[in-house]
């Protein structure tokens, strides 16, 4: 960048120095370059906005590119699952346009580089052509005329260098502005009063969320004692994991009251709420890269023993397996980690945590029943004095719980224990 700023004030300074000799030179023959400045501004301008533009096209076109191709190599179980000419007939699309953009995006760059040097040659016909004249009538010398067009040479080629540096402008701004929009992306509010620990109960009063005008959850009123372990039962779409994304922010327009201790939920911030929750959901979300930095995203200063010992809890011990141990790569989206895999890692990590709520929605029904029954047991004994809430399909699971939620249809149509609810 440094580099660049000295070239850019040289070659500034270079067109300044030059306009004043070829004027001192003789301004009657530097009039004629001037006359050929707004065919120059014209092009520039409108060839760089072209440029400009097919640019910006050909960053969206290539995200689209390698979006499509993520999600098919992501989904490709799935994929392979749908008529291929449908996926090719898409991916084809995407392909024409990308290449389109490209076409033109390389058409108006030799259109707009070209402009400077176009403009040039008319003002240099015309230039020779009048010294000619003027050297006929013996008004100028034939030396006087070569040294004005070498020096006007100079001009043009600072001119071109400027220009080029213009064109990397223009080509760097859509990216630029793209990365901008990305992070200027609404942020979630961080006010908010910091949540440390849940010193009695949660409690949900007369809790609804509506969604597009519709309820997916109608006046639930429960109350959960610190420390409960509270199995959630219920059809599917009736709105259990709705249910406890209210706990970590998910949705924050909810109707009604949900109280931590006697404080509203709304109140405190969601990072430090965040902080305290751990959860492993219906959606896994694994990166690719090592066991180890997998685990990291919750808590980065992790030790190594304690990664270890995470890992351990939820029976992830087929990383231990592996000849790279906790440095063991899982591929693009984990995959080459199976369901079950992909799901011990996501438990490793709320152990990594120091929660006051542990949300696990379906997330160990990957498992087979003896690892998934070594996973809760592990459960229910590192988080004995926290409040933990259990989404499960599978109902022995639940077996141990102290109470059980029954939802139907977004509404709290029961509750009490196993045995009360004859699960
Ligand atoms: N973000 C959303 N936008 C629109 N509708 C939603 C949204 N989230 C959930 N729903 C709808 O709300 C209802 C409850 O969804 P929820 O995920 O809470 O159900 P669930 O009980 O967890 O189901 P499952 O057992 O299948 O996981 C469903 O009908 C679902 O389609
Ligand atoms: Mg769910």
């Known amino acids: 960048m440094i580099f660049l700023g000295i070239d850019l004030f040289t070659q500034i300074f270079t067109v300044v120095a030059m306009v004043f000799v070829l004027v001192y030179m003789d301004w009657k023959l530097f009039t004629i370059f001037l006359v050929a400045t707004p065919l120059f501004a014209l092009s520039f301008n409108y060839f760089g906005n072209k440029r400009k533009k097919y640019s910006q096209k050909v ?17 490709l179980e799935t994929v ?41 040659y008319f003002a240099a016909s015309g230039i020779i052509l009048y010294g000619g004249i003027r050297i006929i009538n013996g008004e100028l010398t034939t030396g006087a005329l070569f040294s004005f067009l070498s020096a006007l040479l100079i001009l043009v080629n600072s001119l071109q260098i400027l ?28 006010k908010g009063e910091n949540f440390q620990t849940l010193k009695e109960k949660v409690k949900y009063e ?26 959630i ?29 006697d404080k509203e939920l709304k109140d405190y911030s969601i990072k430090s709420l965040r ?5 492993v959901s219906q959606d896994v979300f694994i990166f690719n890269d090592t066991v180890e930095n997998n685990l990291r995203i919750v808590k980065p200063d992790a030790t190594q023993e304690e990664i270890i010992k995470a890992l351990n809890l939820a029976k992830a011990d087929f990383v231990f397996k592996h000849k790279d ?19 011990r890692i996501a438990i490793a990590r709320i152990f990594l945590k120091n929660p006051e709520i542990v949300i696990v929605d379906e997330g160990t029904s990957a498992l087979d029943i003896e690892t998934e029954k070594y996973v809760m047991d592990s459960i229910y004994t590192y988080f004995s004095d926290k409040t933990v809430l259990i ?13 059980i939620l029954f939802f139907e249809n977004g509404k709290l149509i029961k509750e009490g224990t196993f045995k009360d609810l004859n699960l």
């Open 163 to 190: 220009q080029r540096g213009l064109l990397q402008v223009k080509v760097i701004t859509p990216i630029v502005e793209r990365i901008l929009f990305v992070l200027d992306l609404p942020q979630e509010e961080e």
């Open 233 to 261: 039962v219920g059809p599917t779409g009736s709105g259990k994991s709705s249910f406890v994304k209210l706990l970590y922010g998910i949705y924050r327009n909810y109707e009604g009251k949900i109280l931590l201790d």
């Open 391 to 403: 989404i499960a399909h599978r109902l022995k699971t639940l077996e141990k719980c102290d109470k």
């Open 325 to 343: 141990g906790i440095k063991m790569m899982v591929g693009e989206r984990g995959s080459s980690l199976s369901g079950g895999e992909r799901q």
């Open 80 to 120: 392979k699952l749908f008529k291929k000419e449908f996926i090719l007939n898409i991916f084809e699309k995407i392909n024409q346009t990308f290449f389109k953009n490209q076409r033109k995006s390389a058409l108006y760059d030799v259109f707009f580089l070209s402009s400077i040097e176009v403009a040039s």
């Open 275 to 279: 902080e305290k929750i751990a959860v």
């Open 206 to 231: 007369n809790v609804s969320l509506k969604i597009d005008s519709h309820y997916i959850l109608k006046d639930v009123n429960v109350e959960i004692k610190k420390g409960l372990k509270v199995g």
């Open 59 to 75: 960053q969206e076109s290539a995200s689209e590119y390698t979006q499509f191709l993520n999600q098919v190599i992501s989904g």
